[in-house]
Structures are given as structure tokens and as C-alpha cells.
T-cell receptor
Framework: DGGITQSPKYLFRKEGQNVTLSCEQNLNHDAMYWYRQDPGQGLRLIYYSQIVNDFQKGDIAEGYSVSREKKESFPLTVTSAQKNPTAFYLC?????????????FGSGTQLSVL | DQQVKQNSPSLSVQEGRISILNCDYTNSMFDYFLWYKKYPAEGPTFLISISSIKDKNEDGRFTVFLNKSAKHLSLHIVPSQPGDSAVYFCAASAGGSQGNLIFGKGTKLSVKP
């Protein structure tokens, strides 16, 4: 079945460590997104990519990095510069970048600091 | 400053009755609105959407109403079922760009048998 796969489901980060969250989609979607959800908060956009080898910062990009080398993959790295990384991270994709198409979300990765 | 506000963090409804979830927005450039449903430790799933050229959109038990003059939209679920218990997020975008979806903080709906 087509969908968005995020891994791992749970991830722990040590102080000063970079960690990478995986996001893969087989929906043939052009655009992919990373959101962060904190308890009692809405989803905030970290980075998005509308085409391979191109990406833009969202509202809270500081301390994060991304790459888009393949259409299917959009990994997110949480760097040591992100001082408050504990959150639920959601990857999403959509087929159109300029139309009113809904976002499809993965099942999320819960990142915690040891 | 929140552009999309869901002022009720939680709502409790009896099974079979109507659930009404509310959402207010401040940006008059928003022209597309969506509702997502989210279970714990899972990604949100799309529920229903409405364009600003309409004032109502219906899909089965779910209806979204848009009042542009009041910058207000609401989601009606009728009849409510225990499986509807989840967090509901309202989201809005301007200019059709999904990357610029602005989400509210969510309302936790509990439907009691």
C-alpha cells in the first residue's frame, strides 16, 4: 500500500549528539514537509521541500537540517544546536505544491533527550 | 501571535449527540481550511476541507461551516461515536500552498457511550 513511513518510532538523543529521522514515501508526491508537535500545541513547520535538491526553512528551522536527494526521501537531522529537541516529529507529503491538496502524514517519531 | 485559534482544549459529548468544534482565524488571506483528526502517537489524518468560496461542506457525519465575515469555522459531527474520540486540529492556508499550513493547538474530543 502507498504511504509515508517514518522511522524510528522512538528515538533518544544524548547531549551534543546529532540524530537523523527518516521519512520515506511511495506516493510519488513532489512536496514533503517536517512538522514538530509539542504537548498541547499545534504543528509547527520545520522545513519543506517542493522538488528534489531544493528545500526551504519553515517557522522553526534553527537547529535542524534536511536533504532531498531523492523524491521519495526527506530525512531530518536534529543537530546539537537544537536545545529543546524533545517533541513528536511528523513528516508529510502532498502531490501538488500550488493547489489545495491535502497533506498526508506519517505516523511520527517521538524524540526524547537522555 | 496565533493566526489559527482553537479556544476549547477539550470537549466531552454523549454518544449519538452532536459534537461542535470551533476554530477562529485572524489572517484574512487564508482561503483554504482543513480539519485533521489525530490519535495519540499517530500522525494526523485528513478529515474534511473547505474553500473560502463556499460556506459549507458535508461528508457523511462531518460538516464544516465557514463564516468569513466572522473569521470562524466549525466542524459538526453528528451523530457522535466513541471512535470519534481524538484530537481535532483546524488548519488554514493562503494561496493554496500546503507548505504554509497553519495549525491550531487542537481540541480533544471525548465521546462517551
Amino acid at each position: 500500500d502507498g504511504g509515508i513511513t517514518q522511522s524510528p518510532k522512538y528515538l533518544f538523543r544524548k547531549e551534543g549528539q546529532n540524530v537523523t529521522l527518516s521519512c520515506e514515501q511511495n506516493l510519488n508526491h513532489d512536496a514533503m514537509y517536517w512538522y514538530r508537535q509539542d504537548p498541547g500545541q499545534g504543528l509547527r513547520l520545520i522545513y519543506y521541500s517542493q522538488i528534489v535538491n531544493d528545500f526551504q526553512k519553515g517557522d522553526i528551522a534553527e537547529g535542524y537540517s534536511v536533504s532531498r536527494e531523492k523524491k521519495e526521501s526527506f530525512p531530518l537531522t536534529v543537530t546539537s544546536a537544537q536545545k529543546n529537541p524533545t517533541a513528536f516529529y511528523l513528516c508529510a507529503s502532498t502531490s501538488q505544491t500550488g493547489g489545495n491538496e491535502k497533506l498526508f502524514f506519517g505516523s511520527g517519531t517521538q524524540l526524547s533527550v537522555l | 501571535d496565533q493566526q489559527v485559534k482553537q479556544n476549547s482544549p477539550s470537549l466531552s459529548v454523549q454518544e449519538g449527540r452532536i459534537s461542535i468544534l470551533n476554530c477562529d482565524y485572524t489572517n484574512s488571506m487564508f482561503d483554504y481550511f482543513l480539519w485533521y483528526k489525530k490519535y495519540p502517537a499517530e500522525g494526523p489524518t485528513f478529515l474534511i476541507s473547505i474553500s473560502s468560496i463556499k460556506d459549507k461542506n458535508e461528508d457523511g457525519r462531518f460538516t464544516v461551516f465557514l463564516n468569513k465575515s466572522a473569521k470562524h469555522l466549525s466542524l459538526h459531527i453528528v451523530p457522535s461515536q466513541p471512535g470519534d474520540s481524538a484530537v481535532y486540529f483546524c488548519a488554514a492556508s493562503a494561496g493554496g500552498s500546503q507548505g504554509n499550513l497553519i495549525f491550531g493547538k487542537g481540541t480533544k474530543l471525548s465521546v462517551k457511550p
